[in-house]
């Protein structure tokens, strides 16, 4: 790509540098040069730079962009750009209550106001915990000024007495402890935070490795980026030579539009299944896409991804951690085995300049340990099945973590592999589960397929992460750590339970599980991508005649607008009204005074 520094004029000088609008220009400049920057810079036709900072004491999973802060913004000064950090709306997956799903759009929404709204040319996304990444490419996508996606990595590898301890999935294993009755609360404790003995967000392939590879496979960030650990020192580097870049991204004027094509998505979709990613990934990507104007649909992810193989060996599908991760090689050695399979578009323009086939040439397993050959993976067809039937239009299930004690149990009967059938016990919601899961008079056993409803999206709100529902203690004493649940809310990306999730259309706007009684007879094919409700048809009818959707309760003012204008997870969880602004970045709000 050719560059255009010697005649550019970039937006920021609408602001800065506009002798038609003399006494604007003054309170531009003035009170921007009360800090570090001088009139010179500010009218030397240099790009400003946004830094959107998604880290804070209360975000410490996006702590380390603090401290990340110097080595970007000295790689935007040495790429000849003007550097301003801003903050965004936090998103802390572990601290934000009802659940942070509710703010991935409160933050997009703000991050879009800003770049619209401010002398900001070109940004460097700080991504990292679960919603901070995709909420960041929403606005990015929607804005469309040239944008770089910069990871801050994950923790390193936590231990706990000689063996790996995952994020998350630590703390599913230790719930099942706590219920046979082998731990106690202090040690449960003790265990988890095990898990986190630094600096970065979460060391398993949960839902902030996946999306952070997301971005990349995307080709939204510097090949190698997303698997970083946060404390090395290839994050620093990797955090300076993104500031570097993005200046020159906005001199060849690349922008997400370029980047963000079907090819691009179809990409992620396959990179997905083959590192045993998050399943909530579809949802953020279909919001991705659709703010970026890219027709995707919920069924892709298993037209294009379920005969994926797996290929990375990372808990929860594996066994290995984010070091371990990185030094087979990350993300670009996945990407290479999958090309090498022919599975990867090589066309697909990346935020390097380059095509991804280019950032790709040479790349592969470094320990095939870890990351597994395409000839010799860690199990084939580890995609996403899509499921439809009475109960949902669509639902997820991921394969890659369906155990074989969980296989050998609920869908092996000779003659009718991939099907089980079931008795229906329903919860309203996480506060009924917990408090009637051990009630026997449920009497659940492994007969049973536990469903919980009213926490999708509107149910929620957000879209609670509670699908993967523990058996009652009972059960787990007699050695089943699993039965098949079913929700419209979604399950952690570090849970390791093959639970059916993200049904859209979630319960409370209307949708089967509404209808569905505990006790009712319901039935599972995977080889059809099915899911059904054995209910006669003149009954089920009459349930939806007669039903009456749940109060809803909005405890803040923003719960109200999010459910006024939420869509369903099939379609993204977007706000509805948000996908109609396409590139608003091409347009320039009015002068304020
Ligand atoms: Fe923030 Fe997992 S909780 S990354
Ligand atoms: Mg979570």
């Known amino acids: 790509m050719s560059d255009t520094r010697a005649h550019k004029k970039f937006r920021s000088q609408e602001w800065f540098d506009n002798p038609n609008n003399p006494g604007m220009t003054a309170l531009y400049l003035e009170r921007y040069q009360n800090q570090e920057y001088s009139r010179e ?22 702590k380390i962009h603090v401290f990340l802060m110097d080595r970007i913004k000295a ?78 990595g994950p923790m390193l590898d936590g231990w706990w007495q000689g063996k790996r301890a995952g994020s998350g999935t630590i703390v599913w294993e230790s719930r099942r402890l706590l219920a046979e009755g082998k731990i106690d609360y202090d040690e449960f404790i003790s265990r988890v935070c095990a898990s986190a003995p630094s600096l970065g967000h979460c060391n398993t392939m949960g839902t902030a490795s996946t999306m952070n590879a997301m971005a990349e496979a995307l080709g939204m960030s510097l090949t190698g980026n997303s698997a970083i650990p946060a404390p090395f020192r290839e994050r620093m580097a990797m955090a300076y030579e993104t500031g570097k870049r993005i200046v020159q991204m906005v001199y060849d004027d690349l922008k997400p539009s370029d980047i963000l094509t079907r090819e691009a998505f179809e990409n992620a979709i396959v990179v997905n299944a083959a590192i045993g990613g998050s399943t909530n990934a579809p949802p953020h990507l279909q919001a991705v896409a659709r703010h970026a104007g890219v ?17 990375v060996n990372m808990q929860p599908a594996g066994e290995y951690l984010g070091e371990s991760f990185f030094r087979a090689g990350g993300v670009p050695a996945v990407m290479g085995e999958l090309r090498k399979a022919g599975r ?21 397993s470094e320990d095939t340990d870890v990351i597994k050959t395409y000839d010799a993976p860690m199990r084939r067809n580890a995609g996403f099945k899509v499921l439809s039937g009475n109960l949902f239009d669509s639902a997820l299930m991921k394969t890659s973590v369906i155990s074989a004690d969980f296989q050998q149990r609920f869908l092996s009967e000779p003659g009718n592999e991939g099907v089980f059938e079931a008795r229906a016990v329903v919860f309203e919601g996480p506060e009924d589960y917990h408090e009637r899961i051990n009630d026997p008079d449920l009497k659940i056993d492994e007969k049973c397929m536990l469903f919980i409803r009213n926490v999708g999206c509107v149910g929620y709100p957000g879209s ?49 599980l509404a209808y569905l009684q505990t006790g009712d007879r319901v039935r599972l094919d995977l080889n059809a991508s099915r899911m059904d409700a054995l209910v006669d048809e003149a009954e089920w009818q009459a349930r939806i005649d007669g039903w009456q959707p749940p109060e809803i309760v909005n405890q803040t003012p923003w719960q109200e607008i999010y459910r006024t204008h939420v869509g369903q997870l099939a379609d993204g969880g977007c706000l509805e009204l948000a996908t109609a602004y396409q590139k608003v970045g091409r347009t320039l709000p009015r002068d304020n005074h």
């Open 41 to 62: 810079e500010l009218q030397s036709e240099r790009p400003v730079i946004g830094i959107a900072q998604t880290g804070s004491d209360i975000a410490p999973c996006n």
């Open 75 to 152: 790689g935007i000064r040495d790429g000849g750009g003007i550097p301003m950090e801003f903050p965004v709306h936090p998103i802390q997956e572990t601290g934000k209550r009802p659940t942070a799903a509710l703010d991935r759009n409160l933050a997009y929404l703000s991050l879009v106001e800003v770049l619209h709204g401010y002398p900001i040319d070109g940004v460097v996304l700080t991504t990292g915990c679960d919603k901070t990444t995709p909420a960041m490419l929403m606005g990015a996508a929607t804005v469309d000024l040239p944008a770089i996606a910069l990871n801050g």
């Open 295 to 311: 027709d995707l649909d919920v069924k892709d992810w298993e037209t294009i991804g379920f005969d994926v193989p797996l290929l």
């Open 344 to 364: 990867i578009h090589d066309g697909a323009m990346t935020a390097t300049g380059k095509t991804m086939g280019e950032n790709l040439s040479g790349c592969g």
């Open 464 to 512: 609670a992460e509670v699908v993967n529902m523990q058996p009652p203690d009972a059960l787990i004493r007699q050695g089943i750590n699993h039965l098949p649940t079913v929700g419209d809310g979604r399950q952690s990306g570090t849970s390791e339970s093959p639970s059916i999730l993200n049904a859209s259309p979630e319960s409370v706007v209307g949708g089967g």
